[in-house]
Every structure is written in structure tokens, then in C-alpha cells.
């Protein structure tokens, strides 16, 4: 279980990483780049798929082809955290070494979508005021930390617990009906 969880959740975390550098040395050499969400919870789901393939890789080969709910999320669970734990070490790396002007082009980025959203003066200045506190809040270590797992375990925690309910099987019927089929 554990080769399975390190295997499937850096697997999961190589990607979400990848991802992450890409995107945010994009940001800080074009803060005018358009965003998508969109394709940034995509990139997450397909990342954190990895760990739907690790709960059913452990079950099919080296379970007998049984899992139990409780089992299969547990198992989901840290392969989610280890993916989330690659992610919030390589951002701090990253954040600290090669791009410590994120901030200031996430907030160029902010207020110039803002500006195409044709929001007002004063909404763009609450705006401004908003991206100064993230700055500030971002000198502190420990606040990176929380905020960057904020930012994916969450989604990979719903993803571990989905696959647990899709690929939990009990012992007995379940596992026989499938291999005679």
C-alpha cells in the first residue's frame, strides 16, 4: 500500500507541480496573460486522477480485487497529501528562489483583469488595497504553506473520496461477479 501511495501521489504531484511552475512563470513575464480557471481545476483533476489509478491498482493487484471504503480513502487520502505536499515545497522553491516578483505581477494581473472587467475606480483601488495585504501576507513562511494547501488538497481530498466510492468492493459477490464477467 505504501509503494502505491508514494508511486500514484508523486506521480499526481509531478504534475500539479509542473503545472504550477508553468503557470506562475507565465504570470510574472506577462502580467497581462489571460487567465483560466478553467483549465487551471482541469490540470488539478487530471493530476489527482492519478489517484483513482493508484486505489484501483492496489485493489486489482495486490488486494485480490477487495477494497473497502474505508481502505480506499485512506489510501486516496495520502496519496492526495503527498501531491499536495510536492506542490506547497516546490512553490515554496520556486516562489523563493526564481520568482519572488510573483506577487507583485499576480497583482498587476489582478488589477489589469479588473480594468477588462470594467470595474470602477474605487472597486479598483479595493483591489489594489486587497493585493497589498496578500503581499504583506505572503512575507509570512507559515501563510504560503496554508494557502497553498488550500489551494489543491481540498479538490484532492473530494477526488480521493469520489474514487473511493466508485472502486470500494466488499469481499465475496462483488469480487466474484466481476471476474466471471
Given at each position: 500500500m505504501k509503494k502505491n501511495i508514494l508511486i500514484f501521489g508523486s506521480l499526481s504531484g509531478l504534475i500539479i507541480t509542473s503545472n504550477?511552475?508553468?503557470?506562475?512563470?507565465?504570470?510574472t513575464?506577462?502580467?497581462?496573460?489571460?487567465?483560466?480557471?478553467?483549465?487551471?481545476?482541469?490540470?488539478?483533476?487530471?493530476?489527482?486522477?492519478?489517484?483513482?489509478?493508484g486505489i484501483k491498482n492496489y485493489r486489482d493487484k495486490q488486494n485480490e480485487g477487495v477494497i473497502t471504503f474505508g481502505q480506499a480513502f485512506k489510501m486516496g487520502f495520502f496519496m492526495a497529501l503527498v501531491a499536495s505536499t510536492m506542490y506547497v515545497g516546490v512553490?515554496?522553491?520556486?516562489?523563493?528562489?526564481?520568482?519572488?516578483?510573483f506577487i507583485d505581477s499576480y497583482s498587476q494581473h489582478v488589477v489589469y483583469e479588473g480594468k477588462l472587467k470594467g470595474l470602477t475606480e474605487g472597486e479598483l483601488e479595493q483591489k489594489v488595497q486587497e493585493m497589498a495585504k496578500l503581499k504583506e501576507m505572503y512575507k509570512n513562511p507559515l501563510f504560503i504553506i496554508l494557502i497553498s494547501y488550500g489551494e489543491v488538497l481540498p479538490i484532492a481530498t473530494i477526488i480521493a473520496l469520489i474514487s473511493a466510492l466508485i472502486l470500494k468492493r466488499k469481499p465475496g459477490l462483488d469480487a466474484a461477479a466481476e471476474k466471471t464477467s
Amino acid at each position: 500500500m505504501k509503494k502505491n501511495i508514494l508511486i500514484f501521489g508523486s506521480l499526481s504531484g509531478l504534475i500539479i507541480t509542473s503545472n504550477m511552475v508553468y503557470w506562475s512563470t507565465v504570470c510574472t513575464t506577462n502580467p497581462e496573460f489571460e487567465s483560466n480557471d478553467t483549465i487551471g481545476y482541469a490540470g488539478m483533476i487530471i493530476a489527482f486522477s492519478f489517484i483513482f489509478f493508484g486505489i484501483k491498482n492496489y485493489r486489482d493487484k495486490q488486494n485480490e480485487g477487495v477494497i473497502t471504503f474505508g481502505q480506499a480513502f485512506k489510501m486516496g487520502f495520502f496519496m492526495a497529501l503527498v501531491a499536495s505536499t510536492m506542490y506547497v515545497g516546490v512553490w515554496l522553491i520556486h516562489y523563493n528562489f526564481f520568482v519572488p516578483e510573483f506577487i507583485d505581477s499576480y497583482s498587476q494581473h489582478v488589477v489589469y483583469e479588473g480594468k477588462l472587467k470594467g470595474l470602477t475606480e474605487g472597486e479598483l483601488e479595493q483591489k489594489v488595497q486587497e493585493m497589498a495585504k496578500l503581499k504583506e501576507m505572503y512575507k509570512n513562511p507559515l501563510f504560503i504553506i496554508l494557502i497553498s494547501y488550500g489551494e489543491v488538497l481540498p479538490i484532492a481530498t473530494i477526488i480521493a473520496l469520489i474514487s473511493a466510492l466508485i472502486l470500494k468492493r466488499k469481499p465475496g459477490l462483488d469480487a466474484a461477479a466481476e471476474k466471471t464477467s
